[in-house]
């Protein structure tokens, strides 16, 4: 049966890291929300699933995935679940939760990635915290990119295995969100890239390699594969970027 | 052997939500920062280990656990590990999916707390961005307080094994962790939670169920439990404050 993934329509936003394994692995799936409004599927669908008053397990925001009955919230939950099925985990156990505790950090960077163009409040504009945001993406850009950034370069060059993949000895689900965090830091502060990459250069290759790799170079050339825009997580504010 | 626990002197912050699993479980701990300088304990110990060049696993930040020679970071990842080996995730392997999810789900509500006084960044003093900060935690009481108590309320009211538990049909890490999460809120914010609570009876009185538990309240009577203060996460800044 395939795998159903539900996430707002129109933007990558975080259901893009889950996305990248589905394609990668070439998995059956279908991408709920982004279908017409009808049989169970569509925003609608989406939006009534986390309403639904008998649901034992509700969750809280979008992404989830079902797989048959059972209902996963939260990307790195999510990809904890499926990178074994799907080949695409550490195969020693112990190595699966330092996998985990990878992808987390990437949780917390993408949320303070978010947080550059809404400090103050989701429920508000980007137009409604343009100073707040002007101070955050400041501090962001020269605290906390470099600090997230250096971090996984480190980690990559201790593995190991090599430094050809985050953890372990062949790819993993971390490695293909580390691409997807280049690719939208690439798009969000694109004068900040340009000039801190070369402090990076383990991760830059690693998000080359995934790039090139046959299914995700299909799916990137793909209508499957969404644009950045500005209505999410990593959004292009010219006034926000400056040389990291 | 004990596990170690890695986290900041002087602050429950996010330390807790892991020792409230290893006191409640009566489980073989140390908790390393808090022990003097001496032999691989205290604070030292703890950079040091963060700053090691030949580890494979090194976290981001504390808190982490070493269990032998495995490095845990993130607490929702030591939760998940830690569950079934000491009896407090649920049996059914799904649903530690769903348990790990609702710890997410609380982890991001953590984040949110913790910005009510640090919107602009953690580099920086609450007193360089107070403005911000009164405009963050306006938001923060009307609109994200209420739509992640009030998700966790519904949570546990369509728990199909009923009320008492928020996953399953018996005591869980996520029980353990809303118990703390009521804490740390009535700290920062009594006047909101003492308006928001009747909205969230089940909430409250899991927490309760929680409090009375005999291990619980022995570690909560002991000097082993710190208490909130204007270091941690949780921050009672009166001017931050109001009825929600």
């Known amino acids: 049966m395939a795998y159903k ?16 394994v589905l394609e990668e692995t070439g998995a059956d799936y279908v991408d709920i929300a982004r279908e017409p409004d009808r049989q169970g599927r ?19 925001a979008p992404p989830f995935l079902k797989d048959g009955d059972l209902l996963i ?15 695409l985990a550490p195969e020693e156990e112990d190595l699966r939760f330092v996998a985990n505790g990878l992808q987390l950090t990437i949780t917390d960077f993408v949320a303070e990635i978010h947080d550059t163009h809404h400090p103050i409040g989701v429920s508000l504009y980007y137009e409604d915290q343009k100073p707040e945001a002007s101070r955050r993406s400041s501090d962001f850009l020269s605290e906390r990119l470099p600090k997230f950034l250096g971090y996984f370069e480190r980690v990559l060059r201790q593995n190991p295995k090599g430094a050809g993949h985050i953890v372990g000895g062949r ?16 798009y969000a502060f694109p004068k900040a890239m340009r000039s801190y990459e070369e402090n990076i250069p383990g991760v830059i290759a690693l998000h080359d390699a995934v790039a090139e790799r046959p299914n995700i170079r299909n799916y990137l050339a793909s209508d ?9 997580i ?3 504010y010219p006034e926000l970027d400056r040389a990291s």
């Open 5 to 20: 993934l539900y996430y707002w329509d129109g933007i990558p936003g975080r259901g893009e890291f889950v996305r990248l």
């Open 42 to 60: 569509g925003t609608t669908a989406m939006l009534k699933l986390l309403k639904d008053g008998d649901g034992a397990t509700i969750p809280f």
């Open 73 to 87: 919230s939260h990307v790195a939950n999510i990809l904890f679940y499926l990178g074994p099925k799907l080949g």
């Open 171 to 186: 790819l993993s689900y971390v490695d293909l969100s580390l691409f997807q965090l280049v690719e939208g830091l690439r």
């Open 224 to 232: 499957r594969r969404l644009s950045f825009n500005e209505a999410g």
């Open 234 to 236: 990593f959004r292009h």
